[in-house]
């Protein structure tokens, strides 16, 4: 039995469809049945709980063989990121009281850094407060998700790929969230270590690139535009962030495009994606046509 955070989500889903796909057995802890009730239907275990109460995630660890955690995302944090550690702290102490043979957590590229990383903060936070675990450890720095392009479909009509990545043609390390479920599966399932492992998961993938992929599946060019630096609290609003809190979504960008989330951090594995961006445009495209 393996425990999985965030079932409901693109990376929680794929691992969990990983692990049943190896016919292991999945456990996750959710604030409701009725939102992941597909999820019954598929024979896992949901226990009901919050990722802040340290005894109701304690009881999702009961008897598991390894456990995957993460942290829900967060486009407005509060200054201090609390949000981010009270999460993490109820990890850590339930970790400690009950602690599974494995822990494999999911972070970003970036997080080896403390500080202008913008919302990537609260995962270096994470992989900080994982580092005294008793259980073995791998951290998963995974790159930017190809999924978070597929507003692309509905907005490049006209042949114009909107981005944050300036200049377009700069590669920064990007992944599909099915191959992070994918590694994540492999890592729970796979055999064990000792201590603490950081695994890089991606490739060097440019915005221009993506937009040529995004072109194949619409079959008609599409090009990369990057967002002026200026437009960008704007934009982010659009996109629901409240007006004033779109600094950590801004430096997170700043970062991306600074080389501070690129391959090839001393000490750490690396995983290459297999997964190319058409592919999850196609995929995208298909079931919204089924």
């Known amino acids: 039995m393996f425990l999985v955070m965030g079932i409901t989500g693109k990376v929680g889903g794929a691992t969990a469809k990983h692990l049943l796909s190896h016919g292991k057995r999945v456990r996750a802890l959710v604030r409701s049945r009725e939102r992941a009730a597909e999820w019954m239907d598929k ?4 226990v009901e709980g919050d990722w802040n109460n340290t005894a109701e995630i304690q009881r999702a660890l009961d008897g598991v063989d390894g456990a995957f955690v993460m942290l829900p995302a967060v486009w407005a944090p509060s200054p201090d990121f609390k949000e981010a550690k009270g999460v993490i702290a109820s990890y850590v102490e339930a970790l400690t009281k009950t602690a599974p043979p494995r822990v494999v957590a999911l972070s970003s590229m970036g997080a080896n850094r403390t500080s202008g990383l913008g919302m990537i903060t609260a995962l270096s936070l994470l992989e900080q407060g994982f580092r005294d675990l008793a259980s073995p450890v791998a951290v998963v720095r995974a790159g930017g998700f190809f999924e978070n392009f597929l507003y692309g479909l509905h907005v490049a009509q006209g042949g114009t790929l909107p981005v944050y990545y300036n200049p377009t043609s700069r590669k920064s390390t990007m992944v599909a969230t099915n191959d992070i479920g994918a590694e994540v ?3 729970l ?3 064990m270590w000792s201590g603490h492992r950081v695994i890089e998961l991606g490739s060097m993938v440019s915005a221009d690139e993506v937009a040529a992929q995004l072109g194949d599946v619409m079959q008609h060019d599409v090009k990369a535009f990057a967002v002026p630096r ?3 609290p704007a934009a ?3 996109l629901g962030i ?7 979504a801004e430096a997170m960008f700043e970062a991306v495009n600074a080389g501070w989330m690129d391959l090839g951090v001393a000490g ?3 995983v ?3 997964t190319l961006p058409r592919d999850v445009f196609a995929a995208a495209q298909k079931a919204a046509t089924a």
């Open 189 to 191: 399932t796979g055999p």
């Open 242 to 248: 409240p007006k004033g809190q779109t600094g950590p």
């Open 185 to 187: 599966a492999t890592l």
């Open 272 to 274: 290459a994606g297999t």
């Open 230 to 232: 200026a437009e960008w």
């Open 268 to 270: 750490t594995e690396h």
């Open 43 to 46: 024979g896992l275990d949901l």
């Open 236 to 238: 982010f609003e659009q």
